[in-house]
């Protein structure tokens, strides 16, 4: 069993869960905690109650208008609610509508050390790997493809749940976290997880809009440089 805690973040993406779930439940046996973490889901979650009663969690938080700040209360409140979790243990964050995999050299790679490590993803039938670009980007690189340790979450947690910056998603945070000499990280070219793309999301909205993926960037460097 690997000492992975997999935190699974929904909001309204039941149906994606649902036609994983036997693939989740799979994975339940390999991992030392499943927490699904519901975000006050405006849609029925019944069915979800039902498959997943005993690894569900509903935050409790009042909900704020930016969706990053949603994201990264829902993703604290998941880690607080892990009881059996150590410092040398693994956190794996995935959204609700990718399916999680784990890959089949994941004992080689947890053995390596780090503090972040990177995976790749299925997207489209195709596998795109996260790349160092631009000296202070991590590309291809979301949520779901990250794997770190949970010291380092707890040694981070200030900077990284801060409610300032705006428009500053939990992977962006954490991908910014590498440029500082004493954290190791690792790029790995296996896949831990498939995206599905079924509508309009955050970085397809940003690529519509040059201005917003520029500004996107000062905000992320302007991060960087205050941690």
Avoid at 212 to 224: A, D, M, V
Wanted: aromatic share 14%; hydrophobic share 40%; net charge positive.
């Amino acid at each position: 069993m690997y000492k992975i805690h997999l935190l699974i973040i929904n909001y309204n993406y039941t149906r994606f869960l649902i036609e994983s779930k036997h693939h989740i439940k799979k994975l339940k046996k390999s991992i030392k905690s499943l927490t699904i973490v519901d975000d006050q889901s405006t849609e029925d979650i019944s069915i979800l109650k039902q498959n997943f009663c005993n690894n569900l969690v509903i935050t409790s938080y009042d909900k704020s208008e930016n969706n990053y700040l949603n994201q990264l209360n829902a993703i604290e409140f998941g880690i607080n609610k892990i009881n059996n979790i150590s410092s040398g243990d693994y956190l794996w964050v995935v959204d609700a509508d990718d399916i999680p995999v784990l890959p089949k050299n994941l004992s080689y790679h947890l053995n390596q050390d780090f503090d972040i490590l990177f995976f790749g993803r299925k997207e489209r039938d195709k596998i795109l790997i996260p790349k160092i670009s631009h000296g202070f980007w991590v590309k291809n690189c979301f949520t779901s493809s990250l794997m770190f340790k949970y010291e380092f979450i707890k040694e981070k947690k200030v900077q990284i749940f801060s409610s300032s910056f705006h428009d500053i998603w939990f992977y962006v945070r954490i991908c910014s976290f590498i440029f500082l000499n004493e954290i190791k990280f690792k790029l790995c070219y296996e896949v831990n997880n498939e995206r599905l793309i079924h509508g309009m999301n955050d970085s397809l909205r940003i690529k519509r809009y040059s201005f917003k993926r520029i500004l996107k960037i000062l905000n992320t460097l302007y991060f960087s440089l205050r941690l």
